[in-house]
């Protein structure tokens, strides 16, 4: 996720502006409708948390609770001074603890729901005081972080009200530890991407903006860092991954010969493998007119909302140019099902270079819930000298990538946030080719290095943890890191490295993967001198290959030759992102613990 030329850290702004500003200014009856939406979302989504609220207060407040404004402020109670000292933000945590209903009266486990409700109150009248802007004129950058901070504001509300209940239980179907701790890490890491996307842009707008964003998010960090102290998760060099379950051992076979957990019924084991032909498809998409539509854009909207049924939209052989589509987080257990890898191509060309925020340039983007892709190509065909360009963008939970293709340079795959799992697919890049923070394991895929730009390194991850609660990370398990045929075909010798720390807390584990001779010697890169290199967590263990030696290697606090088996299956899918039933129900093959 670099910003220019590898190695330097400043701001997208400093890039050419090539573009004409094109970009329309939202009219005021849209934004008036848009702020209807919202203010009608945010009436059902805080009646919930009002009403959870309520029960709290009338369970904890005392009754001689009533006081004036003229009063002296209260003063924190021990419960309060005990759970915010678990946070990062300690005083902020005992003033809006304070301001909120029923704090005064409550326990410290009692505390645990209070904050999630509190910053569930406080993202949502965020959220609708930043629509009262958007009738205001925007050049075109201005306009894309501005839109991308209402999408990511609203999915952080979303997730907050899941968190919120599941950790009251007024929910039948309440979300387990993990679930919550994914949510809250996800409504952080939203709040983040909003943040960056504004940084890059100037005007009046993008002020108004930030005034109505203060404290967002500190206020989620000492949330999670209060629900992870409570659940008192196992703590992995000071990385607390929740909710430990292990895979039966036990498995069964397709005719393929690929192994399935017991459990996994037939038809769902069978989901991924068997040939289209064989398969009963709701919605065909075919350019030449012989399907139920021509393009992917109206397959998405004819897909149905909120859905718990697979809807399943096979993408004949084609190459889609439809810029910027999107499965938005509605449009739930979507199965995109291609021809093949080169075959079924959905491709696009947007970069930051057309004004764009990083977030904004992705070809296909995905968030609703239990997103499945498989064999397709996804490719940005922007090009090296167009730096951030997107390919696949992912923050759908519970989303799998199956035997696809991501072809791009810089930024190819925007791994953003929730639990992803990619089996047996190819990604193509050169600078943080792989980003984001998603909790993600990559698992039998082959990752490429391409040929950069003069003067340029390679850098295939670049993970951003921004809090050290955050269950998130990059584990590359099994694979292979090759160099792409236009760099085995170079003349000249560029650089190729594991990872750089994109935020303080990055983290990014290879397992057991073959590393092709392109690998740098010390194996990671610096994002800016000694920035983050004592609070990252780069781990390696039993690789093989020429550029699998570890001799050379970094000698940071944060880097780590995993030795223990113990700790090398935290970072695997049966532990860092399985969680619960969700990645067998799709069918996927995959290896849960370390054996090979």
């Known amino acids: 996720m670099g910003y220019g030329r590898l190695g330097s850290a400043e701001p997208r702004s400093g890039l050419p502006n090539e573009e004409e500003d094109n970009y329309p200014a939202t009219s005021t009856s849209t934004a008036k409708r848009s702020r209807l939406k919202i203010f009608l979302l945010l009436s059902v989504t805080l009646i919930i948390a009002s009403a959870v609220s309520a029960a709290l207060v009338l369970t904890l ?14 003063k924190p109670t021990l419960a309060i001074t005990t759970t915010c000292s678990k946070t990062r933000f300690p005083t902020l945590c005992i003033n809006s603890l304070l301001d909120f209903p029923g704090a005064v009266s409550a326990s410290e486990q009692d505390l645990v729901h209070i904050s999630v409700n509190m910053t569930l109150q406080r993202f949502g009248r965020a959220l609708y005081v930043t629509s009262e802007v958007g009738n205001l004129h925007m050049d075109q950058h201005e306009r894309a972080a501005y839109d991308d901070c209402l999408e990511l504001l609203d999915d952080a509300v979303y997730h907050l009200s899941k968190s919120l209940l599941s950790v009251t239980g007024e929910q039948q179907a309440a979300g387990s ?12 890491t939203n709040q983040d991407t909003c943040a960056d996307g504004l940084s890059e842009v100037k005007g009046s707008v993008k002020d108004q903006v930030v005034q109505r964003l203060t404290d967002l998010s500190e206020l989620v960090s000492n949330c999670l860092a209060i629900y992870a102290a409570a659940t008192g998760g196992d703590d992995f060099s000071g990385i607390p991954i929740q909710n430990r379950r292990r895979l039966m051992s036990s498995s069964s076979s397709t005719n393929s010969g690929r192994r399935f957990p017991t459990w996994v019924s037939r038809r ?24 139920t539509v021509k393009t992917i854009s109206e397959a998405i909207k004819r897909s149905p909302e909120y859905s718990n049924r697979r809807t399943i939209i096979y993408v004949k052989a084609g190459k889609y140019e439809e810029n910027n589509l999107k499965v938005g987080r509605k449009k739930t257990n979507l199965m995109f099902i291609g021809d093949g890898k080169g075959k079924t191509v959905i491709s696009g060309g947007m970069s930051v270079f057309n004004n ?27 090009g090296p000298a167009k730096h951030q360009a997107v390919a696949l963008r992912i923050g759908a939970d519970h989303s799998v990538i199956y035997r696809s293709s991501i072809i791009g340079y810089q930024d190819t795959l925007y791994v953003h946030s929730n639990r992803q799992f990619f089996r047996e697919c190819d990604v193509y890049g050169t600078v943080d080719f792989i980003f984001g923070n998603a909790a993600v394991v990559f698992q039998n895929c082959s990752l490429y290095a391409r040929k950069p730009m003069p003067f340029q390194k390679n850098t295939i991850t670049a993970q951003n943890r921004k809090d050290p609660n955050q269950n998130t990370g990059i584990s590359i398990h ?3 890191i090759q160099a792409a045929g236009d760099l085995q075909a170079s003349n000249v010798s560029f650089d190729t490295y594991l990872g750089r720390p994109w935020k303080l807390y990055s983290r990014t584990v290879y397992m057991q993967s073959y590393l092709g001779s392109l690998v740098h010697p010390r194996g990671w890169l610096e994002w800016n001198t000694t920035f983050a290199l004592d609070t990252l967590y780069y781990g390696e263990y039993m690789n093989t290959g020429p550029g699998a030696g570890l001799g050379g290697r970094v000698k940071w606090p944060g880097y780590h030759v995993i030795n223990s088996t113990e700790d090398a299956g935290k970072f695997t899918v049966a532990q860092f992102i399985y969680g619960s039933s969700w990645l067998p129900s799709t069918g996927v093959a995959f290896l849960a613990g370390l054996s090979l």
Request: aromatic share 8%.
């Open 177 to 188: 530890t993990q679930d919550v701790m994914t949510w809250l890490s996800s409504a952080l």
């Open 268 to 291: 769902d084991r069978r989901l991924l493998d068997v040939p289209i032909t064989a398969m009963q498809v709701d919605i065909v998409v075919s350019q030449d007119g012989n399907g």
């Open 61 to 74: 407040r005392p009754k001689s609770s009533t006081h004036s404004s003229n009063q002296p402020r209260l």
């Open 356 to 382: 764009m925020t990083t977030f904004h340039t992705a070809s296909f983007a995905a968030t609703g819930a239990g997103f499945i892709a498989r064999d397709i190509t996804f490719e940005n065909w922007a």
């Open 478 to 480: 099994a694979c292979k």
